[in-house]
């Protein structure tokens, strides 16, 4: 299958990255432009552009002849991944200004119920979840928070990818709690709130983690968006 035009770099990257999470590609495996070039059906700048980003992501690094050899990623790393999700999220929760919160719930339900309509349309909706999470940030107005959370936003993007598929089966569950959190934080009873947020990326954890292990997500290319 041809890889769309549309954002060619984004999708190549994100197949990239998801491959090299999952230990589809893995530790001493080399991306060759060329060859990634033909398998995926799109000019050789994309690849480039994507390998430059997971060198920065650290998930690749280049050698001194110039070959980009793929980086070792275990479960250890989903783990420390999740640990820091953890730590800036429910850090997060601490900072929100109540009345900030009492402005801008609505937009927190309004991803809940995009999640919620994809859910019943039978799609898996990334997007809205990993925007719920980056408002909670955002809600803080702390520019470190912010720019911390947002430097790991594409990584964790492939996370929740990732675990969508395992959980398939749990989205409505999934989507409650996101209901929780905010229900909790609205109360102003942040205590209950982070307590639900660290069991909610908790499980998420585990998901993410059961999803390498099972060895989903092989798929030779990118799948179309439409």
Partial sequence: MKIEKQNISNRVLEYLRKQIILGHFEKG????????????????????????????ENLVEKHSN?????????????????????????????????????MN??????????????????????????????????LTDNHTLIQLWSSLKEVFRTLIDITSEVTESKQQEIIDQHVRIVESLAEGNVVQANKLLTEHLQDACHYCCEGKKSNIGRDDYVQSEN
Avoid: C, W
């Fill in 105 to 138: 719930k609505s937009n927190l339900y309004l991803f809940v119920d995009l999640m919620q309509k994809s859910y019943e349309q039978k799609q898996r909706d990334i997007e809205s979840d990993l925007a719920f999470h980056g408002y909670l940030v955002k």
């Fill in 66 to 102: 110039g070959r980009t050899v793929v980086k070792r990623f275990d479960i250890i790393d989903i783990q420390n991944l999740y640990d820091s999700r953890i730590l800036l999220e429910t850090h997060a929760l601490k900072q929100i200004n109540p009345e900030i919160l009492e």
């Fill in 29 to 56: 495996d080399y991306l060759v432009e060329a060859t990634l070039s033909k398998q995926l059906e799109v000019s050789r700048g994309p690849i480039r552009e994507a390998i430059a980003k997971l060198e920065a």
